[in-house]
């Protein structure tokens, strides 16, 4: 894993990565995580982050599933957190409905300012200061999660075939990899 991460900051030094969005699981798949699993998961994903300079992790669920909030532990993963790695942020997002996050960052935008991309841009990826760069889906790449809408114009995608439950800093380090040998085609801008 060492040599892996000494990869990754190498890959990243000089890349513009400023935020990662992580999209897998439902909300049960989530909810099935206890609160210990929880804070491995976030300290190291966001640790990894820290270590190769991205300021923003958000995780958020690939759909809600079926019956989505059902039980006490399902309810408590619907609710949002923010939480501080290092120099990495990780927003952790519950919402599985693209559609609806967007529809809700509409509703908040103040009615007195001008609409125009940065500022529904900012109202989706609060507290984040920038939309993500790469967005890494977990599972098949046959199949675009419902959680995203936004996102699909500008970021990179990278799939991995691996489920939640199963996430690793390694993974994600893998992904990051991937982006960084790349030559962005699907989102950012040549300078």
Do not use: K
Request: proline share 6%.
């Amino acid at each position: 894993m060492a040599n892996d991460l000494e990869a990754t900051v190498a890959a990243t030094s000089n890349s513009s990565l400023r935020h990662v969005l992580v999209v897998g699981g439902t909300l049960h798949d989530w909810a099935v995580l206890d609160e210990a699993a929880w804070r491995d998961r976030v300290e190291g994903l966001g640790a990894l982050c820290s270590r190769i300079g991205v300021p923003w992790l958000t995780l958020r669920a690939y759909e809600e599933g079926d019956g989505a909030g059902e039980s006490p532990r399902e309810e408590a993963a619907l609710a949002a957190w923010h939480h501080t790695t290092g120099c990495c942020n990780v927003i952790v997002d519950p919402c599985g409905d693209g559609r609806r996050r967007f529809a809700d960052a509409m509703a908040r935008l103040d009615p007195d300012d001008e609409v125009n991309e940065a500022t529904v841009a900012a109202a989706l990826y609060e507290p984040a200061d920038s939309e993500p760069d790469l967005v890494v889906v977990l599972g098949p790449p046959t199949q675009l999660p419902p959680s995203l809408v936004w996102e699909l114009a500008y970021a990179e995608l990278v799939f991995l075939p691996v489920g939640w439950g199963e996430l690793s800093p390694h993974d994600l380090s893998d992904a990051i990899n991937d982006f960084s040998n790349r030559r962005r085609r699907f989102g950012g801008l040549d300078e």
